[in-house]
DNA sequence: TCTGGGGTCCTAGGACCC
DNA sequence: TCTGGGGTCCTAGGACCC
């Protein structure tokens, strides 16, 4: 196993990492003033937890993940602003800031919904603050949205940056981190080990053990021994907090290798027609994202779930695979897939509470995959579902999600989730555009 | 009553083969 | 009495991320 190196760390090539402050809330800010100066979050598929929080609600004490239900004496006692995620909304938010960033660069990585990495070369230290600087400015005037920029020659340091940027109580929340710096050394040293990018809780004990608890132990720790006891991963990681880059940019715009689509239920099901309709769901949607990335999938499978949380019912949670002779793009294959699967992991007498469909061994739906021993007449009803396929793509592209499905409509199912207090798709919908009264 | 969803990468260990 | 060793492939599960 070797250490991939990327590049060198030549000092005039550098990485911004760009993201979103409370992203979904400052989303829903954007478009709604009312939520400005309070405190304001946004809650899980099903409004279960928090997944995102404004300073103001963080400032509250209110933990990232809280389950909403523990919370409620807060939300009254402060006027909490509580929404359903809209998560329309915020993808068409990041698909405006990437934008915004192409104008920065030519070579912009999307990582998450509310970050990018994005390559600046040929800057000296001073200019790349004013660049970062330029950077947050136009993403403030042209989406509304505050943004941290951390700039470094890694990734793993531009995050480090990132977070130093967004410490900053006034001025441009802009970091530069130089690896090669002296003051980079006393920054690493307060930094936990387990705030370096890639060091989770676990790894972060093990390490602790060996006397190592923050980010400089970690950059100068012996390299060997942190192959040997850990992975080549942590070496990665330690490599990179040198400056020298080990995660670079060639992983981008490839094919997912795996799609999944799951929700919890609105309730709980002991009906199998309903969870049906749930999967049947599932399907079609993971079937379209399959169809976007030109895919094909080779093995299937479907999971269901009681509700964990719930010791006082019997559990089950189970998973079963399906192999399709032909590598499939069709949804309707998938569907009777499913109806199969489901058929066998049904018991009776359990409320499931989370159902899903897993894609997996996707292959590239290059015409050189079509088995060459297919008649005419399979090719024929083949080639037909395939721009059946094209259609409904099409028309739920341009009219919505769920426009046109196969099989029964999915509108007031049982297993929706609750989503009581959802944003208008404001710049998806031309029904839910933000109205201008002029009085 | 009420606790998210969707990814990636890596490793250990079993199965199998010669 | 002694009961191989080394390779590959696959899968489950851990760990991490946002």
């Known amino acids: 196993m070797s250490i991939q190196q990327a590049g060198s760390s030549r000092r005039n090539k550098w990485v911004a990492l760009v993201d979103g402050t409370n992203f979904f809330v ?28 404004s300073d103001e609600l963080k400032a509250l004490g209110v933990p990232m993940g809280a389950p909403v239900h523990k919370i409620q004496h807060l939300i009254r006692r402060h006027r909490i602003a509580l929404l359903s995620s809209n998560f329309t909304l915020y993808a068409d938010m990041n698909r405006r800031l990437n ?90 040293e307060a930094t936990p080990v387990e705030e370096v990018w890639g060091v989770g809780k676990r790894l972060a004990e093990r390490l602790r053990r060996l006397g190592i608890d923050n980010a400089w132990q970690l950059r100068e720790a012996p390299e060997a021994m942190l192959r040997k006891r850990f992975s080549v991963t942590l070496a990665r990681i330690q490599m990179e907090l040198k400056g020298q880059p080990c ?22 099901s002991d009906n199998q027609q309903e969870v049906l309709d749930a999967l049947r769901h599932h399907v079609q949607r993971a079937a379209e994202k399959l169809r976007e990335q030109k895919s094909l999938v080779k093995t299937f499978s479907i999971f269901l779930r009681t509700n964990p949380f719930r010791s006082d019912r019997p559990q089950h949670s189970d998973t079963l695979l399906y192999q399709f002779d032909q590598p499939t ?18 018991r009776e007498g359990y409320h499931y509470h989370k159902a899903g469909v897993l894609l997996m061994e996707l ?18 009803q083949r080639l037909k ?11 739920n592209l341009s009219q919505g999600r769920g426009s046109v499905t196969l099989g029964v409509g ?14 208008p798709a404001y710049t998806t919908s031309w029904q839910e555009l933000p109205k201008v009264v002029a009085r």
């Open 410 to 423: 999915m509108k007031e199912a049982g297993w929706k989730a609750r989503q009581e207090k959802r944003s």
């Open 99 to 188: 934008d915004i960033l192409s104008c920065f660069s030519d070579r912009v990585e999307p990582y998450s919904v509310d970050e990018s990495f994005v390559e600046l070369s040929g800057f000296f230290t001073d200019g790349l603050l004013e660049q970062g600087r330029q950077i947050e400015q136009a993403i403030a005037q042209q989406a509304h949205l505050p943004v941290g920029v951390g700039i470094a020659q890694t990734r793993t340091l531009a995050k480090l940056a990132n977070s130093q940027a967004k410490l900053k109580r006034q001025g441009p929340k802009v970091s530069v981190l130089d690896a090669d710096a002296d003051s980079t050394c006393q920054l690493l």
């Open 329 to 346: 793009a069709d949804t309707t294959e998938m569907l009777e897939a499913a109806r199969k699967l489901l058929r066998r992991l049904w």
């Open 247 to 268: 995660h670079d940019g060639s992983g981008k715009e490839t094919a997912k290798k795996q799609l999944r689509v799951s929700r919890s239920f609105g309730r709980a």
């Open 385 to 395: 579902r395939e721009r059946l396929m094209q259609v409904m793509d099409r028309v």
């Open 26 to 53: 400052s989303c829903e800010r954007a478009f709604s003033p009312r939520l400005h100066g309070r405190p304001v979050g946004v809650m899980s598929n099903n409004d279960g937890c928090i997944i995102a929080r």
């Open 363 to 380: 292959v590239d739906a290059s015409p050189a995959q079509l088995s060459v021993l297919e008649t005419s007449e399979t090719q024929n």
